[in-house]
């Protein structure tokens, strides 16, 4: 039996694809560390302009090449704490976020880019959605390294 040039093909790229992520899993990291506190100004869609601290901390043993895994936390003073996960590619950062009290509701994703400001501290400028906070939100948030 003849196998289909298109089953060939299929399996070929089944197994370069893995053979590319498990070298990419066994590689050492390489990128830009993002771990650190940063001080950040928002502007949530319901709740107005904010300010925040946030801390990231890397997962050195999930982090490979310039990929990179984080411990979120966030703490918006007189409203409360959000945990979360950061992943890193490069200069893409994706967020994962939950207030620490489930029945707020206030949970959602946000994607950033990372730059740095004129004096060259560590930046990251996102946008986030949360889908039931308050019927469904939006906002943005800048954040600078200390």
Do not use: W
């Amino acid at each position: 039996m003849r196998a289909r040039p298109a089953a060939l093909l299929a399996a070929l790229f089944i197994a370069v694809a893995s053979t590319a992520v498990a070298q990419t899993a066994s590689a050492p990291f390489t990128g830009r560390d993002l771990s650190g506190t940063y001080a950040c100004t928002g502007v949530d869609g319901h709740e107005g302009a904010y300010t925040s601290t946030v801390t990231l901390e890397m997962d050195r043993a999930q982090s490979h090449g310039k990929r990179a895994g984080y411990h979120f936390r966030m703490e918006v003073p007189g409203y409360g704490t959000y945990h979360g996960v950061a992943t890193a590619d490069g200069d893409a950062l994706a967020i994962t976020f939950a207030h620490e009290n489930p029945a707020t509701q206030d949970y959602g994703t946000g994607i950033a880019k990372v730059s740095r400001t004129r004096d060259g501290k560590v930046r990251f400028d996102k946008f986030y959605y949360e889908d039931a906070y308050k019927g469904g939100n939006t906002g943005t948030e800048s954040c600078v390294r200390n």
